[in-house]
């Protein structure tokens, strides 16, 4: 049975209790908010009773569309939603959001057995090659090529599984002419994290098939921005791997030496997201892109911070911040920023070699998300000018909440695809 949904902004009838979000007959609700984020509350009030078959009626907002398309989705359930009318441009917008969202969440959701490293690299490279057959190209580095390649950091983190590490180097060239990038993306692609020989305990390790979030939440940011219009150049790297136990894994006291000529001593293998992150920054430089922007479920530290609702923003260019936030909030995507100083840069020491890859104690100290930020700040040219940090606080839930289903959000690609489109 599908049950038809109306918004109303006038209060429920007495009956449902006072301030009632929702009110029924007999083959329809009625949503008493105009609220965007209260409507995603609804729907997943609706989703709770076991109810999977909608037909929105009436006025509705893209954005009201949009937050019930976000409340309703569930993992296990297939939802559908008859959509209201809307202008040629909101509803190609709505298609387009839900696209790039099913396929993002559908990845973070995936389970690691399924996901390896090499297969989240070709599902990231056909999802943005379906949608611009023409005009994009990339090339897939794996296994003992990365390190020959001196990707060091995928190598690295990587050899210890026996599914090879990988590499994807993307390019959208809309124009064909073989510019230099306007902007590169660098995503965190570990689609398992044990914590390596800092091994997480089980209850830490439950989630971490969604370790890869930067990497679903950048390549969304391209794909949305190119079904938006994008015309400009991009460049998109993504660092995969599996952080695992091995004889052959990478250990405690390991020294790394990366193209830059940085050494980098290991001091927490769970600390793995920055050591793969450097060599896509690496090659962003090299790209020479004005802008650069990785994401990542990076650390605990930011969920302490944040909690699962915010996104943390880390800049040395405080005017890229700012604007950052400013995309942020005409996007309806929270996002919040969090310190980063030259300073943090060095505060991981290492009595063996240029720095370590985060302090030993657990969750790497006082200020472990800015440190892990400093530490990237080391891989990114022009003392970060044009660089953005993304830690994905908000890209999963471990259970359901009021707004969302358990798995992933999603919640991070309008605001890249919107950055793009700027850029």
């Known amino acids: ?29 009625t949503i ?26 009436g006025d509705w907002s893209l954005e009201q569309q949009w937050a019930f398309f976000q409340g309703a989705y569930e993992p296990k359930v297939d939802v559908q939603i008859d959509f209201a009318d809307l202008s040629e441009k909101d509803s190609a917008e709505l298609d387009a959001r839900i696209q790039v969202s099913r396929w993002m969440r559908s990845m973070v959701n995936e389970t690691p057995e399924v996901l390896a490293p090499e297969v989240l690299a070709q599902e990231a490279a056909q999802f943005v090659q379906s949608l611009s057959p023409d005009h994009v190209s990339y090339e897939i580095v794996s296994g003992e090529d990365l390190e020959k390649q001196g990707h060091i950091g995928t190598w690295e983190v990587g050899r210890g599984s026996k599914r090879p590490p990988a590499l994807l180097k993307l390019k959208f060239d809309p124009k064909g002419n073989g510019d230099k990038p306007a902007a590169a993306l660098v995503g965190k692609g570990i689609t398992f994290d ?19 979030g930067g990497a679903a939440t950048v390549t969304g940011g391209l794909a949305l921005a190119i079904l938006r219009g994008l015309d400009k150049p991009v460049n998109l ?29 290991i001091h927490n293998t769970d600390a793995e997201g920055r050591v793969v992150l ?36 880390f800049a040395l260019d405080q005017e890229a911040s700012t604007e950052y936030l400013s ?53 990114v040219p022009n003392d970060g000018k044009g ?18 289903a358990a798995g992933g959000t999603g919640l991070g690609f309008r605001t890249i695809a919107a950055k793009l489109l700027r850029s």
């Open 1 to 29: 049975m599908t049950l038809d949904i109306y918004l109303s902004s006038d209060s429920a009838p007495a009956q449902w209790g006072e301030g009632a979000l929702l009110s029924f007959k007999e083959d329809s609700a």
């Open 237 to 265: 790297y993504l660092c995969c791997a599996e952080n695992l136990i091995s004889g052959h894994a990478y250990k405690l006291g390991d020294i790394l030496t990366y193209p830059n000529g940085l050494t980098v001593e």
């Open 327 to 379: 995309i942020a909030t005409d996007e309806q995507e929270k996002h919040w920023p969090l310190p980063l100083e030259p300073f943090h840069a060095h505060r991981c020491p290492s009595q063996f070699a240029d720095t370590a890859n985060s302090k030993a104690v657990k969750g790497g100290g006082p200020g472990g998300a800015s440190n892990a930020a400093g530490f990237l700040s080391r891989f």
């Open 278 to 313: 450097a060599d896509g920054l690496l090659l962003a430089g090299e790209s020479g892109a004005d802008v650069i922007i990785d994401a990542a479920t990076l650390t605990g530290a930011a969920v302490t911070a944040l909690g699962n609702d915010y996104n943390g923003v």
């Open 194 to 212: 044990s914590g390596g020989y800092s091994i997480k305990p089980s209850a830490g390790m439950l989630h971490m098939k969604a370790d890869m």
């Open 32 to 57: 008493h908010t105009d609220d965007a984020e209260m409507v995603q509350v609804a729907a997943r009030r609706l989703m709770a009773q076991g109810l999977s078959f909608f037909a929105l009626k």
């Open 387 to 404: 660089w953005l940090h993304i830690d994905l606080a908000s890209a999963y839930n471990d259970s359901p909440t009021s707004k969302w």
